[in-house]
């Protein structure tokens, strides 16, 4: 059974700082995904990559498959950065997996003071 | 930039009653999905929904749960006999390709009194 596990739980920052999250899982699995979801509920999209590294504006989200972790960098962070981001892998097929349903991890909530 | 789209956003019901969860998902997009997420935990996979039948389901969804794609553009989940513990928020969430981004809705926070 796949765990995907999230570090820092919970992280404040200053207005300005460089954040990093952390995400690691246990088995192989075919992409990873980062997620923000905003505090009234709904949940965004930010990457999914299943080798080395994507930048988009000020994030930028790194793997390495054979550490079996990844990690979300946020530059210059800004409170409208605030909100909980979430790491989902989806296992290939032939490991037990299907048609793209993900697994979750439980969230690192992130609060950006000015 | 199209959207998942989610109603109600909110849906208050008595235990025991039987609850639809609508979304429309993105037009071209041929995988569903519906997730939830129990307040103050982890998002957790219920269904996947391929080609007009489901491809996978969890634990969870049990033969309470069912769900449906009526017409071209509706896909709900419906409960049938709803209990305190189907309080959650639900996600529905479609895809082009089962290996590309899913796109998710704003989701229908469901409570059971």
């Known amino acids: 059974k796949n765990e995907v596990e999230q570090s820092p739980q919970n992280l404040t920052a200053q207005e300005g700082e460089f954040i990093t999250i952390n995400c690691s899982y246990s088995v192989g699995i075919s992409a990873l995904h980062w997620l923000q979801q905003h505090p009234g509920g709904g949940i965004v999209s930010l990457f999914m990559l299943s080798s080395g590294k994507k930048k988009h504006g000020r994030l930028i989200a790194t793997i390495n498959i054979q550490e079996k972790h990844s990690s979300l960098h946020i530059t210059a962070s800004h409170p409208r950065d605030s909100a909980v981001y979430i790491c989902?892998?989806?296992?290939?097929?032939?490991?037990?997996?299907?048609?793209?349903?993900?697994?979750f991890g439980k969230g690192t909530k992130l609060s950006v003071k000015p | 930039e199209p959207e998942v789209t989610q109603t109600p956003s909110h849906q208050v019901t008595q235990m025991g009653q039987e609850v639809i969860l609508r979304c429309v998902p993105i037009?071209?997009?041929?995988?569903f999905y519906w997730y939830r997420q129990i307040l103050g935990q982890k998002v957790e996979f219920l269904v996947s929904f391929y080609n007009n039948e489901i491809s996978e389901k969890s634990e969870i969804f049990d033969d309470q749960f069912s769900v449906e794609r009526p017409d071209g553009s509706n896909f709900t989940l419906k409960i049938r006999s709803t209990k305190l513990e189907d309080s959650a928020m639900y996600f529905c969430?479609?895809?082009?390709?089962?290996?590309?981004?899913?796109?998710f809705g704003d989701g229908t926070r469901l409570s059971i009194l």
């Open positions: 989902a892998v989806r296992v290939p097929m032939n490991y037990g997996g299907s048609q793209g349903n993900l697994i």
């Open positions: 969430a479609s895809t082009t390709y089962y290996n590309q981004p899913q796109h």
């Open positions: 037009s071209n997009h041929l995988y």
